[in-house]
């Protein structure tokens, strides 16, 4: 999945109003960049050029004219002017879970849980809880083992974006799994309404070994049963072939 969106929220302006004949006009932008991101800009435009503009990240007025330099370093000098250019960023910034929860819902993550075997023989292997493309950003991973929280032995990564605005996030715990334990990985998220469980299944990872065993044997058989049928097939012409001899 990839999520590839700017958005640009466009609206003329009242910010400049008082200097609309000065300036010609005002566009303020919100743009959001990402979910955790918005870039604000209060853009000052004539006859359809951007001759200047205020950035909020870098926090100040920039002219791209002789004249609107001069008014930019005005502007810059004014701390009234700055503190409502911040405001107007935070009112962006307030706007961005509105905007992003109309666009999309939490995502739930997908979850793998695998055996990681490691050369290490101190750390002979552990078992890999990784969740895969979620939104938000916060979510929570716990091991238990049959059913009790197991917090030694644990290590996590952050939440890791994916660059898309989807995270992903994987949690180890050092165990070799005994038979007949219960491990499991607890995934709390806001997609979730309630906690999910992803058990630990031993047999899976045998189960693998053993198809991978049978398709084998399959293939086995089935080289031998060809090579029976040749070696039949020359046998019963070279029998064929003795009587006439
Ligand atoms: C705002 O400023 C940043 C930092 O200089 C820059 O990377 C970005 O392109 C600017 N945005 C616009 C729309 O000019
Ligand atoms: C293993 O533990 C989890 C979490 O406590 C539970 O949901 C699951 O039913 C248990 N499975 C077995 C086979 O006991």
Same mark, same amino acid.
């Given at each position: 999945m990839h999520i590839h969106c700017t958005l640009l929220l466009t609206s003329v302006f009242l910010l400049f109003s008082r200097a609309d004949a000065y300036f010609g006009y005002g566009l303020i932008r919100?743009? @959001?960049?990402?979910k955790d991101d918005v870039v604000y800009l209060a853009q000052i435009y004539f006859n359809k050029v951007l001759m200047g503009q205020y950035n909020s990240t870098l926090g100040k007025y920039v002219g791209y004219t002789e004249k609107l330099k001069e008014v930019a370093d005005e502007l810059n000098k004014n701390e009234r002017f700055l503190e409502q250019e911040k405001k107007n960023e935070q009112k962006c910034r307030t706007n961005i879970p509105l905007v992003f929860n109309v666009l999309s819902r939490p995502v739930e993550p997908t979850v793998k849980l695998r055996l990681v075997e490691s050369p290490d023989s101190e750390h002979p292997g552990m078992l890999m809880c990784s969740a895969y493309? @979620?939104?938000?950003?916060h979510i929570k991973l716990t091991w238990l083992r049959d059913g009790k929280e197991v917090t030694t032995d644990v290590t996590s990564t952050e939440e890791l974006p994916n660059g898309n605005w989807l995270y992903q996030i994987h949690s180890h715990l050092e165990i070799i799994p005994k038979p007949g334990e219960n491990i499991s990985c607890m995934v709390e998220h806001a997609s979730l309404m309630e906690p999910k469980f992803y058990d630990w299944d031993p047999t899976s990872e045998a189960q693998k070994n053993k198809i991978a065993i049978g398709v084998a044997g399959l293939l086995l058989g089935l080289v031998f049963v060809l090579s029976g049928a040749v070696f039949y097939k020359r046998n019963t012409t070279s029998r064929i072939l003795v009587p006439t001899s």
């Open positions: 919100c743009l @959001f960049t990402s493309n @979620f939104y938000p950003k």
